[in-house]
């Protein structure tokens, strides 16, 4: 089956300790995106990687990292999450099918929250 | 500054109206726009995706349209049913596997 996973799918964490968010797609795309989602601001683009050792920022990159050493997985890095990090994540990958039709396909989603 | 406005932020209909859903964008230069459901605390599901030359597509009950002059798409629902009580995003990618922008959704009420 075709899927984007994201692990873990809850998290409480403390200020200060470095947390990884894991993100895997088995559809081979090389476009692979990671958004945070808060109320009233809906979801905005953390980073986007388009393909393997390539990322760059979206709208809102400070205080996270990212790696693409290889397709399939892209992982969140926040070395010190600080409470304003506290939100829900979701990875994305996109199907880049050429002629305007790339489409997204999202994970599950994962709660973090940072207290 | 490339932005992604879905108004109004909440809407509420009886069962079995037609509705109509909007999304408006300020740089008409899109390469697709796409449209997704969320329910409570979950993913995303896509809907429909219409590329800069279409001017809609339809699923079912569904039917997304684009008028790139105007900056704006809608999403229309036929014959509303409970079930499709759900937030609604829209998300416009500007170029190939380039940065996308949601707008912040329009949270459906269908009362039975």
């Known amino acids: 089956e075709a899927q984007v996973t994201q692990n873990p799918r809850y998290l409480i964490t403390v200020t200060g300790k470095k947390l990884t968010v894991t993100c895997s797609q088995n559809?081979?795309?090389?476009?692979m995106s990671w958004y945070r989602q808060d109320p009233g601001l809906g979801l905005r683009q953390i980073y986007y990687?388009?393909?393997?050792?390539?990322?760059d920022k979206g709208d809102v990159p400070e205080g996270y990292k990212v790696s693409r050493k290889e397709k399939r997985n892209f992982p969140l890095i926040l070395e010190s999450p600080s409470p304003n990090q506290t939100s829900l994540y979701f990875c994305?990958?996109?199907?880049?099918?050429?002629?305007?039709?790339?489409?997204?396909?999202f994970g599950p989603g994962t709660r973090l929250t940072v207290l | 500054k490339q932005e992604v406005t879905q108004i109004p932020a909440a809407l509420s209909v009886p069962e079995g109206e037609n509705l109509v859903l909007n999304c408006s964008f300020t740089d008409s230069a899109i390469y697709n726009l796409q449209w997704f459901r969320q329910d409570p605390g979950k993913g995303l599901t896509s809907l429909l995706l219409i590329q800069s030359s279409q001017r809609e597509q339809t699923s079912g009950r569904l039917n997304a349209s684009l008028d790139k002059s105007s900056g704006r798409s809608t999403l229309y629902i036929a014959a509303s049913q409970p079930g499709d009580s759900a937030t609604y995003l829209c998300?416009?990618?500007?170029?190939?596997?380039?940065?996308?922008?949601f707008g912040s959704g329009t949270r459906l009420s269908i009362r039975p």
């Open positions: 559809m081979n795309h090389e476009y």
């Open positions: 990687s388009m393909n393997v050792e390539v990322t």
């Open positions: 994305a990958s996109i199907r880049t099918s050429g002629g305007g039709t790339d489409t997204q396909y």
């Open positions: 998300a416009v990618l500007y170029s190939s596997a380039s940065k996308i922008i």
